[in-house]
């Protein structure tokens, strides 16, 4: 028997919220010169500190690079501005909401 939700009194695999605010979220890549001449690559907009640590671990694999998590930014080191935008495709977020 399917588990129910105790606020709206639905099954809860019918509330899968996740897919519904990739497709409306706007997000911004960036990239910023900090000390010494070096470039980092920062990735705003997320709603949640959750969605923003797994984009960071998989973008950090895919790319080959250092990075973190800022409240809801990812930062990584280097120039991956185009990378990270295909990327963000890959993973449901609409290609009109990304600002590269």
């Known amino acids: 028997m399917a588990e129910i939700d105790k ?3 639905l099954p809860k695999e019918l509330l899968d919220f996740g897919e519904i605010t990739k497709e409306s979220q706007k997000v911004r890549i960036r990239e910023v010169a900090r000390r010494f001449g070096k470039v980092v690559t920062i ?3 997320f709603g949640d500190e959750e969605e923003a640590k797994k984009l960071e671990k998989e973008m950090k694999r ?3 690079c250092g990075g973190t998590v800022k ?3 990812i930062v990584l080191q280097g120039r991956h501005r185009q990378q990270v935008k295909q990327i963000l495709l890959k993973n449901g977020y609409r290609e009109e909401l990304i600002d590269a």
């Open 7 to 9: 606020i709206t009194g």
């Open 71 to 73: 409240g809801n930014e």
């Open 43 to 45: 990735v705003g907009g």
């Open 62 to 64: 895919k790319l080959a």
